[in-house]
């Protein structure tokens, strides 16, 4: 049992959660899990990467109710896009799996567990206890000790279909978990979309093995429930000439913390993240941090990390990235950026950009800046007839583009955009 502070309220939560009845495999994944996490204890204010936000809403024995937002008619996103749909309603999957097509295998982690034996065994919790080192992720341990859903994919062929998992919230006090296991073969390839509030709190693990020549594609969205509360996880490991880019977009929300994790493991390597967010603390408390953690293990490997947050009424914005370069990772190319629009003088912007290189011959940079609307292109707009409010949407976009050119297809970049450009008329209005 952990000892925590008195102010914890960890051992509430420890006591409340029960790990689920599972097979060999998944039971030995838990066990261990379940022994990190003890050994680590809940993240507090003394620990670096926790000491701007803290972890005590994901902490708590109970999660605070988040009211369901009304979408008035509006369809979810990448609705225009066809594609092969998993839903989860408040963590647990419902429905039926759809006709899959070859070279795409899928199976839920709360059946699949079950057996004594799975392809996962080698995977589910693996990235995840590798990814604890050099820097703690204790709710990502929790996660794998005690999420009881999620899917276990294996992908052997180019899926020309995107996999889109659904998340719906219906109970405004659900507090969900959820473990997702992806294998891309080598030569594999495969685009993953994410979308929906899912729970009142949510904490979800993503453990994606990019084998040789491989490449993974992977878009999220996150809101636009105010109420809600999210830490996610993705742990990536990058085979030989392998292809990893992930892009997330956040909209409102009281606490977001996306993780992720990515190892070179193989020479060659390609691993672009980026994200954007919109937070307006007229709603309420609004928090964002990504939390950004890549390993050049190899040579010859290329890493971006590009992340824009557009802030206001009192919004909070996070970003913590590193770039480990290891001994003997020669050539290696690794790019930072991570910058921050205010558009009041209320909103705050919190960077702690990081580079630890151990090879002498590699190309690394970083950049982190924060500032409101550039007053010069507001005038130029002015000038030419555009009305105020919709001048600064439009430099608003301009700043989020950088983030959005790391999406490949250019029909989800559009319908991406199109939610932007609602959110900025909804602020107007």
């Known amino acids: 049992m952990v000892t925590p502070a008195v102010s914890n309220p960890a051992p509430s939560l420890l006591d409340r959660l029960v790990l689920p009845t599972s097979g060999a495999w998944a039971n030995d994944a838990r066990k261990g899990a379940l022994a990190r996490f003890r050994e680590m204890g809940f993240p507090g204010r003394r620990d670096e990467y926790w000491r701007f936000a803290g972890g005590d809403d994901f902490a708590a024995p109970e999660p605070e109710e988040a009211p369901i937002l009304d979408m008035q008619g509006e369809a979810p996103v990448f609705t225009g896009l066809e594609r092969l749909k998993f839903s989860f309603r408040d963590g647990r999957f419902e429905g039926t799996m759809p006709d899959l097509p070859e070279g795409l295998e899928v199976s839920r982690l709360a059946d699949a567990g079950q057996a004594d034996l799975h392809w996962a065994r080698d995977l589910y919790g693996v990235l995840e206890a590798a990814g604890q080192s050099p820097v703690a992720r204790p709710f990502a341990a929790l996660n794998t000790a005690f999420a009881p859903d999620g899917l276990l994919i294996r992908i052997t062929g180019k899926v020309a279909l995107p996999l889109n998992l659904i998340y719906c919230h219906d109970d405004p006090r659900s507090d969900a978990m959820l473990h997702h296991v992806l294998r891309l073969e080598p030569g594999a390839e495969l685009t993953l979309l994410e979308n929906g509030p899912a729970a009142a709190r949510l904490n979800t693990v993503l453990e ?48 977001t913390r996306n993780e992720t994790v990515i190892e070179f493991a193989g020479e060659g390597g390609v691993a672009h993240v980026a994200g954007a967010a919109m937070g307006d603390g007229r709603m309420g408390s609004f928090i964002h941090d990504d939390t950004v953690f890549i390993t050049h293990g ?28 290891r001994e003997g990772a020669q050539k290696t190319d690794g790019y930072q950026k ?27 940079s970083h950049g982190s800046t924060s500032g409101g609307i550039d007053e010069e292109a507001l005038f130029y707009l002015r000038s030419r007839g555009v009305p105020a409010a919709e001048a600064q949407d439009l430099l608003v976009l301009a700043f989020l583009s950088d983030a959005m050119d790391e999406i490949e297809d250019a029909a989800i970049t559009e319908d991406i955009t199109s939610r932007l450009e609602a959110w900025l008329a909804r602020r107007r209005g």
Not at 235 to 252: I, M
Not at 299 to 316: D, F, H, I, T
Not at 342 to 363: M, R
């Open 208 to 255: 994606v093995d990019v084998a040789e020549g491989a490449c993974f594609h992977h878009v999220r969205t996150q809101g636009r429930d105010h109420g809600r509360r999210a830490v996610t996880h993705v742990f990536a490991r990058l085979g030989q000439e392998s292809v990893f880019k992930s892009f997330t977009l956040t909209v409102n929300g009281t606490h």
């Open 298 to 325: 190899a040579p010859g490997c290329e890493s971006r990390q590009v992340y824009k947050k557009v802030l206001l009424n009192g919004a909070v914005g996070i970003f913590q990235g590193k770039i480990l370069v």
């Open 338 to 364: 991570s910058q921050a629009l205010l558009l009041d003088e209320d909103s705050t912007f919190l960077a702690k950009p990081e580079l630890e290189i151990y090879a002498d011959d590699v190309a690394c």
